[in-house]
Structures are given as C-alpha cells and as structure tokens.
C-alpha cells in the first residue's frame, strides 16, 4: 500500500518555543503561522510484507540522520507491528536550515503514512500525530493563516484565513544553507531549563495571540506587523539568555532586520520573522514585493532568495 502526499512548510508569526510535556511533544505555547506555497517537500511512502527493513532515502540519498524520528511517525500511525516501508523523499528547500523543513516533513509523511494504509483525512487525529513527532508539522495540514491551539490532551488547529482572502507574501532572504548547530528540540529544552525570560514567555503568549488574531480578522498589516516582530525577538530573547546562549544568527541576518526597518520608516508594509536558523522572512503586500526583494538581494551575505504566496495547503496520491 503505497500514497504520495506533498506538503509545504509553514511560518510561525506567533511562535512555538517551549514544550509543555517533553515526552508527547506537546507546546508550551499557541501559535500562529502562515503556510507556504512555492517550497514543498514530497513524501512517497509504501508498506509492504516484501520489504525487509526500514529504508528513508531524501533528495536520492539514503539518510540515517532523521531515521529514527520517521520510524517512530511511522509507528504512531500504524502501529508497533506494522509492515516495513520504504520512504521516498523531495525538498525542494534547504534541509535543517531554519526554512521550515520539519513541518513540511512530517506532515506529508503523516498524511502519506495514514493514506497508504487507507485511511480517510481527519485533520484533528492528523495535527495531533504531526505535532507528536514535531510540533510546527501540525499546522501544515491547512493552507492559509492557521492558528494552532493547546486542549487538554493534545493540540487542535483551525484556518483563521483562506490563502487568497489576504494574500500576504513572503520573501526569504537565505543567509546560509548549513544545518543549524543545534535543534529546535535540544534549544527550546535548553531555553526552558536556563532562560530567566522563559516563564514570562509563556505567560505572555496569550496576549500576542490575541493581538495577531485581531489584526487577521481585521486584515490590519501594521498591527499584524508590529505583534510578530515583537514575538519573533522575544522568542530570540529567551534563545539568547539561555545558557549557553543560543544565537542562530549571523551578521547578514541583523543586516536584513536594519534594511527592512529602514523600509519601514519609509512607509512600505513590511516585516520580518526569523526562526531557528539564520532566515530572514519577509512579510509583504504584493505591491511592494518587489522592493522587498530588491532591496534584501542587496545585502552582502545574502546567498539567495526565495519567494511564496499563501499556500492552500497539502495533497496527497494514492495508489494501492
Ligand atoms: C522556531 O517544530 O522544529 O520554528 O517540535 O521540537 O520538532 P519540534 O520543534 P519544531 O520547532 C519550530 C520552532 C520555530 C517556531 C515555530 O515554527 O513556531
């Protein structure tokens, strides 16, 4: 039994950092995030009796690297004796570069794993393995703006925005490709243990919720805008006063944060988020996309740029 999904990356305007229970990855924190369009990863999985161990092959090389991850996804979904699979991957973006690559990940293997197995889509069961395994996959299942929301036992995501309702476009500036030093796991562990902002994190995240969910339904840019820089440089805060700090950035992203200011005191709608690696991500009006562009491309240490439009969210082929 063998499906196909495809899926893109999703992200976070109200950050995810910190988890509540360790051991189901469950957030510590609601968040809020943009699902993307143009960057996807595939995932081809197939069970079969014939197949005589596990094999996780991504962009036509065997990995052994996220292998045990993708086994323990596997057994989530069909269980502890379930039949060996060979898993088929393509990412079309940086791997582990702080682009995203997880949520993409694991939700193409979640929907791939369940429809391969026949399983009819349940967004609810789907987020909550998802989430299981990395919790930024679970808002990957919808297109649009998705909110993703802590319940007692678990997680529950819903669509707060249709893709083309507000068609925010989003502009990153790629700084390096590496692999980051340290995982968004091992780092938010960290964070949790050694930040003296950590707890105020938390607490406050129910405001900046509240605030980004308003500017959505009110399609309010600035409001927006102001609420997710202040998100994105607190959840940095509790990073850097960690111990030992944890700083993803290099000088080409502090130079992307100045020109996109600088952009701002001009009056263009426009602004930034960076996650666990040294990306910048511009968030734009499609009238001023390419200023945004331009402008970032100059920098010296940006590597390269990539584009996207609000995503409509994943799919899947099956073929038994
Ligand atoms: C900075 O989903 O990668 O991108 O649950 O440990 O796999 P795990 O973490 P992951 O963390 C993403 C953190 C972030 C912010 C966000 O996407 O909300």
Redesign the pocket.
Known sequence: MQAIAKSSP???LI???G?RDTLK?L?AVD?L?LTLDSLWTTMDVKFSPEILQDELVINDEQQDKEFSRVQDCLNLVAGESRNFAKIKSSCNFPISA?L?S??SSFSALVIAANSALGKKWNTHLFANQA?A?????ARSLLGGIVELENISNGIKIQQLSKPNRWPLKVIIAITDTRKKSI???EA?KLSAKTSPFYASWVQDQVFDMKEAKTAVVDQDFEKLAVISEHNCLK?HSVMWTSRPSIVYWNSATINCMHAIRNLQKKGEPVFFTI??GPQIKAICLPENEDLVEKRLGEIVGVKSIMKSDLGSGPSVDINI
Do not use: L
């Not at 395994?133 to 996959?137: H, L, M």
């Open positions: 999703n992200i976070a950050k995810y950092w988890k990855n957030p968040s995030s702080g995203a997880s949520s989430s395994i990395s919790g930024s996959a995982s968004s796991s938010m959840m996650d666990a």
